[in-house]
């Protein structure tokens, strides 16, 4: 239960009798796993497949035949190496801000709340309840207010601290902004349940022990609070490398910072060309892939779930 | 007494970040009720009119039958599916478990373009035509471990000696499920079908890459964005908030009350 905290706390768990083998374990887990293996796993082979077509001889646009062609991904990284690059460290820079944002949160949720089950549930509500609105209609929200006749850039200008011509919207600055706004609760939900976990008699022996309150946070309740920040980073890295909603120019972002899933977008439902955008595609894969296997190396499969 | 910063800090902190997070639903909101005429973008005062006749713009009002339609398939289709496997996980012991965790972690840890493009990359090789089939078939993958999770956290609650007493009075395997184990489980399961159904409707990147012509809520408000949002997508965006909340608020009401009765 690692992973995926959906806040509030649950009961606690009890001892199972020894697991039974059966078949029945096997008609419960079929058709579940059968689909998976249909809509998850196999969709993985079309888009290697895909990323390895070259096109039809028809010339029609959005034809391609199967193939081996290596080169579509030479091309896919010389022609959008900055988009690829931009992925990454938007994602890095998101994350880690986020974090700092949503550790403090978690914190006083899980802590200073603990004994006050009303507050606490309030602000758990609270911070779920951007969830509760389309994602679309808040990024598009801040577009507003950021658009270039609002009252923060006029204010803005009126002190001087923008130039006549300065702008926020399409600037890395509006984009970082947006993933942050949008992937603040993904990153606060793990790190509270981590925390509330957190034995507290183990804060006040570190304080017993003439530990001030940031040896104490740096030694006992950080390390605590790892696994929750790291599912936390994962949920928000994740997400946001592939994102494109709000880099897209009709959102918080301009020509100057799109990023990969706007580049794969364009591809794939614009101009057809299939092969580039499973190649880059494939290439976000494969990066992830990396960085959750040192995550599953770390923790195992049972704490996946 | 002394006076300790520290103990004001954190709260006026997260007290800031709170109204943070709220200003753009706050935004939705205050322009839903915004008198305008073609794009959302300037306040022109106030008007019920969006409210009292959300389909004056017909596209949103199909849109957004369509995103109920294809979550209310989906999710369905995915709680059952996932308690199947939930139990499974909690109860049997089967070769394979590191794979079957692998496999339903995976979705959890893929970029959503990746899944969306993956998935239309196999519709185009099967030559499926996209829409309405495709975007549920969609939905239903990508929820299912959600679904998987959520429940998995109640059976491991289930105390399995309630089982044993039923299977000792003599009830057959059929009936111990339906009378004991079902109604205890069902809070999770409502808990996942609640996830799945948010998860499908507010879903906008899986859903482009596999609708063809079909238009869900999110869809329509990203391809609306270019020109303008029409005021009427935040009242069923508003709308849509305000039920949610509600809904969570009850449960969470109801619990509480549970808790005190339970502590007395």
């Known amino acids: 239960m690692a992973f995926v905290a959906l806040g509030g706390s649950a009961p606690e768990a009890v001892k199972q009798a020894p697991r039974k083998t059966g078949r029945v374990a096997m008609l419960l887990l079929l058709p579940g796993m059968a689909y998976l293996a249909l809509f998850f796993l196999t969709p993985f082979v079309s888009l290697i497949l895909t990323s390895l077509k070259q096109p039809d001889p028809s010339g029609v646009i959005g034809r391609y035949d199967f193939g081996f062609e290596i080169g579509n991904y030479v091309y896919a990284v010389s022609q959008y190496l900055p988009q690829i690059l931009r992925s990454f460290s938007f994602a890095l820079i998101a994350t880690v801000i986020a974090l700092a944002v949503s550790y403090p949160i978690a914190y006083f949720i899980a802590v200073k709340a603990r004994n006050k089950p009303l507050l606490k549930g309030m602000l758990l509500t609270l911070v779920v309840a951007p969830f509760f609105i389309s994602m679309l209609l808040r990024t598009f929200a801040w577009k507003q207010i950021f658009s270039n006749d609002s009252w923060i850039v006029n204010t803005l200008k009126d002190f001087g601290i923008f130039g006549a011509d300065s702008y926020i919207i399409g600037t890395n600055f509006a984009v970082i902004f947006g993933l942050v706004y949008n992937f603040i609760p993904f990153m606060t939900l793990p790190i509270f349940s981590s925390l509330d976990r957190l034995d507290l008699r183990l804060v006040e022996a570190g304080a017993d022990l003439y530990a001030n309150p940031a040896t104490t946070f740096r030694k006992i309740t950080f390390p605590l609070s790892l696994p929750g920040v790291i599912s936390g980073t994962l949920l928000t890295f994740i997400p946001i490398s592939g994102d494109y909603v709000v880099a897209s120019r009709d959102f918080l972002g301009g020509p100057e910072t799109a990023m990969m899933g706007n580049v794969v977008e364009a591809n794939f439902l614009r101009i057809q060309d299939y092969p580039t955008a499973s190649a880059l595609s494939v290439m976000l894969m494969a990066a992830i892939v990396v960085l959750v296997s040192a995550y599953v190396r770390k923790s195992g499969t049972e704490d996946l779930l | ?264």
């Open chain 2, 1 to 264: 007494m002394k006076f300790s910063l520290g103990k004001y800090l954190l709260p006026t902190y997260v007290t800031l970040t709170f109204l943070f997070l709220a200003i753009p639903i706050g935004y939705t909101f205050v322009f839903s009720f915004n008198d305008s005429i073609k794009s959302n973008i300037i306040w022109r005062g106030f008007t019920l009119d969006n409210w009292l006749n959300v389909c004056g713009q017909q596209e949103v009002c199909d849109a957004f039958v369509n995103s109920i339609i294809v979550a209310v398939s989906a999710t369905l289709v995915s709680t059952v599916l996932g308690t199947m496997i939930a139990i499974a996980l909690v109860r049997y012991r089967f070769k394979f478990r590191n794979a079957t965790n692998l496999i339903l972690f995976l979705p959890l840890a893929t970029p959503e373009v990746v899944m969306g493009a993956g998935l239309a990359a196999q519709f185009l090789d099967f030559g499926w035509q996209k829409g309405l089939g495709t975007v549920i078939i969609a939905h239903t993958m990508f929820t299912l471990s959600f679904v998987v999770v959520t429940v998995k956290a109640r059976v491991a609650t289930l105390d399995p000696a309630l089982e044993e007493a039923g299977r000792d009075l003599y009830a057959n395997p059929v009936q111990v499920f339906w009378r004991i184990t079902f109604p205890l489980l069902l809070p999770g399961i409502l808990a996942a079908a609640m996830l799945a159904f948010a998860l499908s409707f507010d879903d906008f990147i899986i859903t482009q890459f596999n609708s063809g012509a079909l238009d869900t809520f999110p869809k329509f408000v990203y391809t609306a964005a270019a020109r303008g949002i029409p005021a009427e997508a935040n009242v069923i965006g508003s709308f849509v908030f305000i039920v949610a909340i509600a809904i969570v608020m009850a449960v969470q009401i109801r619990s509480s009350i549970k808790q005190r009765r339970l502590a007395k």
